[in-house]
């Protein structure tokens, strides 16, 4: 099994700045990307960024420019660090691991509370 581990949430005001983390364990031989998803209450879970182990990227319009994704492949960690927060990002923040397997090729994480007061 692959274990999947957000940190790094919590409440900031608006304009400021978090960086959360993404450490997956466990059976893993290989993983071709890594990111980060959000949900708010009455939303359905939305893409935010991701990063394949090869260094592309990919953000949602909201967070372009503001968002910045990356990673260490030898910690199976992957970051997002958000600058000029609004209240709008306020959410639950999953980490899903993406692995070539035809049996389970997606993990998530139990999700990090952003919380952006205005």
């Known amino acids: 099994q692959v274990q999947v581990v957000e940190s790094g949430g919590g409440l900031v005001q608006a304009g400021g700045s978090l960086r959360l983390s993404c450490a997956a364990s466990g059976s893993i031989f290989s993983i071709n990307a890594m990111g980060w998803y959000r949900q708010a209450p009455g939303n359905k879970r939305e893409l935010v960024a991701v990063i394949t182990t090869g260094g592309m990227t990919n953000y949602a319009d909201s967070a372009k420019g503001r968002f910045t994704i990356s990673r260490d492949n030898a910690k199976n960690t992957v970051y997002l660090q958000m600058n000029s927060l609004k209240p709008e990002d306020t959410a639950v923040y999953y980490c899903?691991?993406?692995?070539?397997?035809?049996?389970?090729?997606?993990?998530w994480g139990q999700g990090t509370q952003v919380t952006v007061s205005s």
């Open positions: 899903k691991v993406i692995v070539p397997s035809v049996t389970r090729p997606h993990y």
